[in-house]
């Protein structure tokens, strides 16, 4: 089975920080994705990557960055977290077909 | 503009009932519809998927009716139970690039 990792469950951090959200893969999927899940908003994507060092915005981009620099690990930046940015982190990865997510990262900025 | 619209955003079945979700689409370049199951706590999984050349696909107590012509597919949830209760959303999939339904809270009353 795939398996998808998000290193952290809960996560609080303070307006303005620069936070971290990392995500890491074990079946050597190409296709990695960011998507955050509110209520009554479903999921919504932030930013996908189909290669290593290759990012494109999703729907949701701005506040947020992205780095892949090995094919297993996405990670997701918050350059200066907000409040509006309290969610749950949703981190998924496929090849074709499919998607497998993590089991995500709720994040609550304070 | 939501690319997938998903109804109802809560349902509530008795034991043994039929849960239905439906979803409606307008891009006819989608060539996979997925549903996923969200567990509390837990990310997404895939539930069962349909490709667009076929009406019906069963698994289980699971059935995804697929309607081409209508842009419309619907997830039923055959004899619910307790233990279905979750969330789930549906998808639609162009060129490996899923957009999600908002999600449907599914409580089952025992």
């Known amino acids: 089975d795939v398996k998808v990792t998000q290193s952290s469950r809960y996560l609080v951090k303070r307006t303005g920080e620069k936070v971290f959200l990392e995500c890491v893969q074990d079946?050597?999927?190409?296709?990695m994705f960011w998507y955050r899940q509110d209520p009554g908003l479903g999921l919504r994507l932030i930013y996908f990557s189909y290669d290593v060092k290759m990012k494109e915005k999703g729907d949701i981009p701005e506040g947020y960055s992205v780095s892949r620099e090995k094919k297993e690990r996405f990670s997701l930046i918050l350059e200066s977290a907000s409040t509006n940015q309290t969610s749950m982190y949703l981190c998924?990865?496929?090849?074709?077909?499919?998607?497998?997510f993590g089991s995500g990262t709720r994040l609550t900025v304070v | 503009q939501q690319q997938v619209k998903q109804s109802p955003q809560s349902l509530i079945v008795q034991k043994g009932g039929i849960s239905i979700i439906n979803c409606a689409y307008e891009n006819t370049a989608f060539d996979y519809f997925p549903w996923y199951q969200q567990f509390p706590g837990k990310g997404p999984a895939l539930l069962i998927a349909?490709?667009?050349?076929?009406s019906e696909k069963k698994e289980g107590r699971f059935t995804i009716s697929f309607n081409k012509s209508a842009k419309q597919f619907s997830l039923h949830i055959m004899d619910s139970q307790p233990g279905d209760s979750a969330t789930y959303f549906c998808?639609?999939?162009?060129?490996?690039?899923?957009?999600f339904g908002s999600g449907t809270k599914l409580n089952v009353k025992p």
């Open positions: 998924a990865s496929s090849s074709t077909g499919g998607y497998t």
């Open positions: 998808a639609a999939v162009n060129f490996n690039k899923f957009y």
């Open positions: 349909i490709r667009p050349d076929v």
């Open positions: 079946m050597d999927h190409e296709n």
